[in-house]
């Protein structure tokens, strides 16, 4: 099973800074199989971002991801009020169990 | 617009069988596959299992002998059965869709979760 630890695990900025976070794997993640999801309780948690870099239908440029192999980043350009919540990365390369990251809360500063 | 919806108790006894239902309103279950997921608190998601509109499953090594997933395609529904629960099962549970091969294992749509604690 492929563990993901997600770094760091609170990131208090305010809205228009940069927010980068990161996703490292225990073993290479094949294919760049590795998906980011942003989610507030209560709600249904979102698809941002699948293949490592692509973005899912409807979400906007200033959400992009980057990495292979161990090393994933989800970065958010300019932060606006709604992506303050905790967003989780999740692998699915390997056979399952496909495993998920602990999170990263992004908190108003 | 596609939605899911999960529902069920929101209270288990230990030892007994926790059963939910995932309703998928807007759309067909027909073409994908569909999963659970949990998140106990204070600790991260963990996918349990899914099932393939046709009826093939696959499950999470750390549950395979409590769980079963089953699909009603005429009501477009998907159930969870999760037996001899404990306090340890106690979680938010979420379902999702996803694609498959050769797309991808991702989860492009979920439920909002619904929380089952376990307490007698």
């Known amino acids: 099973e492929i563990v993901l630890t997600q770094s760091p695990g609170t990131l208090s900025l305010s809205p228009g800074e940069r927010a980068t976070l990161s996703c490292r794997a225990s073993?290479?993640?094949?294919?760049?199989?590795l998906a980011w999801y942003h989610h507030k309780p209560g709600q249904a948690p979102r698809l941002l971002i699948h293949?490592?870099?692509i973005r899912a239908t409807g979400i906007p440029d200033r959400f992009s991801g980057s990495g292979s192999g161990t090393d994933f980043t989800l970065t958010i350009t300019r932060l606006e009020p709604e992506d303050f919540a905790v967003y989780y990365c999740?692998?699915?390369?390997?056979?399952?169990?496909?495993?998920f990251g602990q999170g990263t809360k992004v908190e108003i500063k | 617009q596609v939605q899911l919806q999960e529902s069920g108790p929101g209270l288990v006894k230990p030892s007994e069988t926790l059963s939910l239902t995932c309703t998928v309103s807007?759309?067909?279950?027909?073409?994908?596959?569909w999963s659970w997921m949990r998140q106990s608190p204070g600790k991260g998601l963990e996918w349990l299992g899914y099932?393939?509109?046709?009826?093939?499953?696959d499950y999470n090594p750390s549950l395979k002998s409590r769980l079963t997933i089953s699909v009603d395609t005429s009501r477009d529904q998907f159930s969870l059965k999760l037996n001899s629960v404990t306090a340890a099962d106690t979680a938010v549970y979420f379902c999702?869709?996803?694609?498959?091969?050769?797309?991808?294992?991702?989860?492009?749509?979920w439920g909002r979760g619904t929380q089952v604690s376990v307490s007698s």
């Open positions: 999702a869709r996803h694609y498959g091969p050769p797309r991808g294992w991702y989860f492009d749509l």
């Open positions: 807007g759309g067909s279950i027909s073409t994908y596959y």
């Open positions: 099932i393939h509109y046709r009826g093939n499953t």
């Open positions: 073993q290479s993640v094949s294919s760049s199989s």
């Open positions: 293949g490592a870099s």
């Open positions: 999740q692998q699915y390369g390997s056979s399952p169990p496909w495993t």
